[in-house]
């Protein structure tokens, strides 16, 4: 979980990578550095992230069985949300808990 600004917006074949700069890491198992490609398994846009925007991410690190893909995979069924800070204060409040 992290909250990070989308510098830029690819097409990789039938996926998407966002360039992202994580401004501040909330709970990762893995290091995060300061610019990361968050990958998205489609090409329609969807979850809707727009180059600038501010989002609190849930993703996760993807590795094949070959381990030579080692990416951050946000998946159908992962969490992005605008950030605000309300938002922030519910992850700060979920961490002391988890």
């Known amino acids: 979980v992290f909250q990070g600004r989308i510098l830029a917006r690819r097409l990789v074949g039938q996926e998407t990578?966002?360039?992202v700069?994580?401004?501040t890491p909330y709970r990762h198992?893995?290091?995060?550095?300061?610019?990361e490609y968050?990958?998205?398994?489609?090409?329609?846009?969807?979850?809707?992230?727009?180059e600038?925007?501010?989002?609190?991410?849930?993703a996760r690190r993807h590795v094949n069985y070959e381990r030579t893909l080692n990416r951050i995979l946000l998946q159908e069924?992962?969490?992005?949300?605008?950030?605000?800070?309300?938002?922030d204060r519910l992850v700060?409040?979920?961490?002391?808990h988890c």
């Open 92 to 96: 700060r409040e979920a961490a002391r």
């Open 17 to 19: 990578r966002y360039e």
């Open 77 to 87: 069924d992962g969490y992005a949300r605008p950030w605000t800070p309300r938002e």
């Open 21 to 23: 700069e994580v401004k």
């Open 29 to 35: 198992r893995s290091p995060l550095v300061r610019r």
């Open 38 to 50: 968050l990958w998205v398994p489609n090409a329609c846009g969807c979850p809707p992230l727009r």
């Open 52 to 58: 600038g925007g501010e989002y609190l991410l849930m």
